[in-house]
């Protein structure tokens, strides 16, 4: 159970599976939703898709939903709330401009049309889904804080500088929590904090904040150099992404508006 729900939850390997078994959830071990027991499926009504995109042998990525998601409807004949957690990644680099759910502005590379692809499998699904456009997850077990206290942390300096967004996963969870309870098919989501910034500042403030090692700050030109292409990338887009539908419908206030608010909790938490 999870705040009074039954939880139910498929992963792809057993390891995964016995870390879930081990807090009482029901967990099947399965790599395809299409195949999944219809009668394990029978009783639920709120299912979450979180499966990201996967890549071949030649690392090119794919989207599977195309695959599975009608099958996996059709066996769920007491679903009343279907959420997918897509990706920013769908937007095309704004200049630093805000982007909303309204934008039509989106990017271009195989992450993000197959995103957006995935996204619309389920929109056009019998499920009356939502979709869950999130920025970059951080949380207590999900951040670069061992990075940062490694050293030799490097990222860009960009001029000027560049946007990127940030969500703790608590707030992820809130939101979908929140969504569950005033349902609206077919409603589009960002969730992002209030504080986009760029990545420089962002490690800066966070090593200032743990005690870690100042990062290295890259020109453009250094980053082509000492950084593949792949990695260059993520730090390449420049973007804010606008909350406000969030705020406005699902969420009022986040627990974590901006990563100095996590953090400082964290590092206030561990002062004696």
Known sequence: MCQGIKVKATVRNQEAADKLLQQGFDVVVNAN???LDAKWLADCDAVLDSIPLSYDEKRQPFETQSFWVQPLVKKLPSLKWAGY??????YADSGGNWIDEASTNFSTSPRGVLRLKAEQVWLNSAASAEVFR??????DERN????????????????????SNRIHVD?????LLASMQKPEANRIINLSDDAPCSHKDY??????????PTPI??????????????????FRDNKRIS??????LLLPKLKYPSFRDAFQSTTTKDKP
């Not at 957690?85 to 769908?90: N, Q």
């Not at 999130?134 to 949380?139: F, H, T």
């Open 33 to 35: 939703p299409a195949l």
């Open 85 to 90: 957690l897509s990706a920013t990644s769908v």
């Open 134 to 139: 999130l920025a970059g997850i951080y949380g």
């Open 144 to 163: 670069i804080v061992s990075k940062l206290m490694a050293g030799n942390y490097k990222t860009v300096a960009w001029q000027p500088a560049h946007y």
């Open 171 to 175: 707030d992820i969870v809130a939101t």
């Open 203 to 212: 490690v800066y403030q966070l090593s200032e904040m743990i005690g870690a």
């Open 217 to 234: 700050a890259l020109s453009p030109e250094q980053a082509k150099k000492e950084m593949s292409a792949a990695y260059l990338d993520f």
């Open 243 to 248: 909350n406000q539908k969030l705020h406005q």
